[in-house]
């Protein structure tokens, strides 16, 4: 009996200690994927998304939720992202297949497009409302947010219009708050609310100005409009994007007067000026507010933070003060009534064998189809196209096959087939931002060469300037770059796939126009002819 005693703790000991490697082993092959914010073990680490998905705003319809964010300039627009616990989100449509007015932005657009959106649900139909600063307020709607959007319609026209929210009250009136774009309206740190037309969405010219946000909420935005327990509230962020805090606003009449008060800032944390986001409430009604926070070359990351209520006002984060709250940086996961959702990273590798182009890639404009086409012959086609007349850099450049920065450090490996049918036509992997580097391959005399050129101040008509080239042996090649913290970038190239060779010198990135750094692809040549070379893209894996 004492035996049997001695063997059964044995066991529960040997099998304790094996539970405790295999949950060992599988929190570090959680670490080693990109971009996972989800610990593994009941618990999160913010940010939620190390990737750039600015000013977002979500919802939950039912047991799932829902975010969407800016996309300015880049096509598809809209992003629609699901996730069933708030931490682990999946890219699953966008909104907006291409920009209006679809002349405009068949060149870039840098900063212009698509401002922060707010995603709403009611009456069974999904809305997004979402500002271009140059034209004014618009909506698209859908029954399902997984299928096809429908076309931007202008409710509210006007220059420097943004941020707007919608706000459907229990009596049948609709409201809308927004803010101001100072660079187009010449007016800024001012919210306003105005109603809406009940069917066709259109907003009446009764604005009034709630909020002057020059007395202590300096570049106040981004207002989110709520109602809970008889009270208005506008969530708004003040003070700056990169040095900012969450401001509330609240009152029982949609018109103000209202309070103010900070309800969260940064605290003694790393996590600097938490900008605008949203309030969500799970199933089992505790609450979450997402944000983002300005983190240069990789735009402006998403973290979530827990949410409670005293005496009618919101503290977000982890209480410090009396009234005010500050970011988390690990904490329990969102309480959604059920568990052991699978953890899931943002797809970002490409195998490029499916008839339709990943969610993870954008282009810098609305797209021609002769730019590029997927197969199911196992790559992905770009055609060289020519330079346009306008660019001084690759900044002018539309025809850019990117995708946001995945994480803070990673690798990325990409197979590619060069096809070129004339000198001069080039290809490479490109890092774009303000500044910009690329391993370039091109065609002289007949034969490839591989050299990285860089663009110091590319927003600013930049000159490139390019290092000494290497003769490549095949028109089959790997390219690779190494992101470290700091968003330093090394290069790296191979022509077996096996052995690999540092190339080029270190390349620091930037951030673009109002968007983290990205990678891709580029192809290009001078002049049009009726039969250009292309780039065939087998594969692109991301690692850590």
Sequence with gaps: MKYFKSTTVALAIAFTTMAEVVAQNKNQTLKEEIGIADNGNGTFSNPILHSDYSDPDAIRVGDDYYMTASSFNCIPGLPILHSKD???????????PKLEPSEVFSKAQHGGGVWAPCIRYHNNEFYIFYPDP???????????????????????????????????????????????????????????????????????????????????ETTIEGPKFYKRNGYYYIFAPAGGVPTGWQTVLRSKNVWGPYEKRKVMDQGNTPINGPHQGAWVTTQTGEDWFLHFQDKGAYGRIVHLQPMQ??????????????????????????????????????????????????????????????????????????????????????????????QKFPDEVFTATT?????????????????????????????????????????????????????????????????????????????????????????????????????????????????KINDAGNVLIDWIKFTK
């Design 86 to 96: 708030l931490v682990n989100w999946t890219l699953v449509n966008y909104a907006l």
């Design 415 to 527: 197979k590619m087939t060069f096809n070129a049918r004339f000198d001069g036509e080039q290809t490479g992997l490109v890092i774009l931002g303000l500044d910009y580097t690329y391993l370039k391959v091109s065609q002289k005399d007949g034969k490839l060469f591989l050299s990285q050129v860089t663009c110091q101040n590319a927003d600013k008509k930049g000159t490139e300037t390019e290092s000494k080239s290497k003769a490549l042996q095949s028109n089959t090649f790997y390219l690779r770059v190494n992101v470290t913290k700091g968003a330093v970038c090394t290069f790296e190239y191979s022509e077996n796939g096996t052995n690999f060779e540092t190339f080029g010198k270190p390349f620091t990135a930037k951030e673009g126009k109002w968007i983290g750094a990205k990678i891709g692809f580029v192809a290009l040549r001078e002049g």
């Design 309 to 402: 209520w005293k005496k009618d006002w919101p503290i977000i984060g982890e209480p410090y003060g009396k009234e005010i709250g500050k970011p988390v940086l690990t904490y329990k996961k969102p309480n959604v009534g059920k568990s052991n959702f699978p953890v899931t990273p943002l797809t970002v590798s490409d195998e490029f064998d499916k008839p339709q182009l990943g969610l993870q890639w954008q282009w810098h404009a609305n797209p021609q189809v002769y730019w590029g086409f997927p197969s199911t012959m196992g790559y992905y086609t770009l055609y060289c196209q020519p330079t346009p007349e306008n660019a001084t850099n690759l900044f002018d450049v539309p025809n850019l096959l990117l």
């Design 134 to 216: 140059d034209y004014g307020i618009f909506v698209v709607k859908t029954t399902d947010p997984l299928g096809k959007w429908s076309k931007p319609m202008l409710i509210k026209e006007g220059k420097g219009l943004i941020d707007p929210t919608p706000l459907w009250d229990e009596d049948g009136k609709i409201y809308l708050t927004y803010a101001f774009a100072g660079s187009r309206a010449g007016i800024k740190s001012l919210l306003a609310v105005c109603t809406l037309e009940k069917e066709t969405l259109q907003a009446n010219q009764d604005d009034v100005i709630i909020i002057d946000g020059h007395e202590g």
